[in-house]
């Protein structure tokens, strides 16, 4: 993943991304999974800089690895995704909303989250040498 850039920020920021279905249920087939990548997509789209980059869905359980920028907090970003994917599925699939007697949910209310990141000694090595190597504008050489 390449370094990215705002108006005052430079960064590289991925996470590893875990929802789990309420109960662990297992509700995903195969259709269902396809709709599921589509409409994350989707939701991601409405938040500037949010990018999904590789996902998987699995029968009560899917992974994602996003970049999230620094004006997003991770819980932000996770419940939107939550609430919109469970509110289009519960509304478009009798199943979630018989599942879960019409409330409106899906998801476990937790989620999983890890950075995805550079190797600790790269970051250790330009911690030490930074000085020797900045000159007049901070270069990162990941």
Sequence with gaps: ???????????????????????????????????????????????????IQEINVQKDHVHMMMVIPPRYAISEVAGRLKAKTAGVFCKRYRIFEKTYEGKGIMWSSGYFVSTVGIDEEVIRRYIKYQENLDSGQMKFDL
């Design 1 to 51: 993943m390449e370094v990215r850039k705002t108006n005052h920020s430079v960064y590289r920021l991925q996470y590893h991304v875990v929802f789990v279905t309420k109960y662990r249920l297992k509700l995903f087939n195969p259709g269902l999974r396809d709709h599921l990548k589509k409409e994350m997509y989707r939701q991601v789209k409405e938040m500037l800089g949010v990018e």
